[in-house]
């Protein structure tokens, strides 16, 4: 079973740090497109960032609202994603959520990823 477990949501003030978690279950991320999107209420899913599958580079990508403030990262041993989110502004503040997909041709699209975790809360005070 497929599983995505994302932990480490929580309050914050502006200008903090928090650090993102999402642990794989039934796949191994490193072939896996793995992103973070997040969703504030009455929207949709907003794209964050992605690590790409190794055998497609392993590259990264970032929204221009998260670029130089956010960083996406693996660790294949703990099959886990990590968003680690610096200078964090009100703005930021949204239910981030964590996918992933084996294939997909545009990795900020949210109807790509086929696998999705339940979400953790971001509130970030002013």
């Known amino acids: 079973q497929v599983q995505l477990v994302e932990s480490g949501g929580g309050l914050v003030q502006a200008g903090g740090s928090l650090r993102l978690s999402c642990a794989a279950s039934?796949?191994?991320?490193?072939?896996?497109?793995m992103a973070w999107f997040r969703q504030t209420p009455g929207k949709d899913r907003e794209f964050v960032a992605v690590?790409?599958?190794?055998?497609?580079?392993?590259?990264?990508k970032y929204s221009d609202s998260v670029k130089g403030r956010f960083t996406i990262s693996r660790v294949n041993a703990k099959n886990t994603v990590y968003l680690q989110m610096n200078s964090l502004k009100p703005e930021d503040t949204a239910v981030y959520y964590c996918a992933a997909d084996p294939s997909l041709a545009d990795v900020a699209l949210e109807r790509e990823y086929h696998t999705w975790g339940q979400g953790t809360q971001v509130t970030v005070s002013s």
């Open positions: 039934g796949l191994t991320i490193s072939n896996y497109y």
């Open positions: 690590i790409v599958a190794t055998w497609r580079g392993g590259f990264t």
